[in-house]
């Protein structure tokens, strides 16, 4: 079964330092989402792409992170500089065709510590 | 702007049947979907709802009552490994999903 693939899985950095994560989503969904989940929390939508363009920045800190997906396939998040604030796990989702379908399906996800 | 909520935890014996309720604000709503969630891992999705009723996967059933923003997903004979977070999702009008906080549920032996 097709899966949603992202690393690294584990990622401890210092603050100030830059961090990026990649995604890679299942072959021929056009939408790719990348959500924030602070422990004990839901997940938190960052950024949404459609294909290579961007839907959906609204939640995205732009002064310290920013995301691509240039061929419209896999996509990196970054942040620079690292807050401690950050600490997080980073998830990573796509769903089939373009207009959005019900169904999510979620990376393993990149647990990111911010020492 | 849009807001959901949830039971924060919610603890049965197994075998029982466990309802976990989502009320949600939002416009623009398209639809209700349930996720399941294991210590440490991602996301799985349940279930989807878009239309006023209750919509059955095998153990896992989902109700939307679009009138009233409200939604709940029934767990029938609770087994230990359903111990897990579960989080509603809305569906809105950009085509994104807003998660709700969470319900985690607790099975006891």
């Known amino acids: 079964e097709a899966e949603v693939a992202q690393s690294p899985r584990y990622k401890i950095t210092e603050k100030s330092q830059a961090v990026a994560f990649w995604c890679d989503p299942i072959?021929?969904?056009?939408?790719l989402y990348w959500y924030r989940q602070i422990l004990g929390q839901g997940p938190e939508l960052l950024v949404q792409f459609q294909d290579e363009s961007v839907v959906d920045d609204s939640q995205l800190p732009k002064d310290r992170f920013s995301a691509e997906r240039l061929k419209g396939v896999d996509s990196t998040l970054k942040i620079q500089p690292a807050e401690l604030g950050d600490s997080a796990m980073y998830l990573c989702a796509s769903t089939q065709g373009t207009s959005g379908a019900n169904t999510q399906y979620f990376g393993p996800g990149t647990r990111l510590t911010v020492l | 702007g849009q807001s959901l909520e949830q039971p924060s935890e919610v603890t049965a014996v197994e075998g029982a049947i466990v309802q976990i309720n989502c009320t949600y604000q939002?416009?623009?709503?398209?639809?209700l979907s349930w996720y399941q969630q294991h210590d440490g891992g991602a996301p799985t999705f349940l279930s989807y709802?878009?239309?006023?009723g209750l919509e059955e996967t095998g153990r896992f059933s989902s109700f939307l009552s679009r009138s009233d923003s409200y939604g709940y997903l029934l767990l029938q004979e609770l087994q230990m490994k359903d111990s897990a977070s579960y989080f509603c999702a809305v569906r809105s009008l950009g085509q994104n999903f807003v998660f709700g906080p969470g319900t985690r549920l607790s099975a006891l032996p």
């Open positions: 709802n878009a239309l006023d």
């Open positions: 072959s021929g969904h056009a939408t």
């Open positions: 939002t416009s623009g709503f398209y639809g």
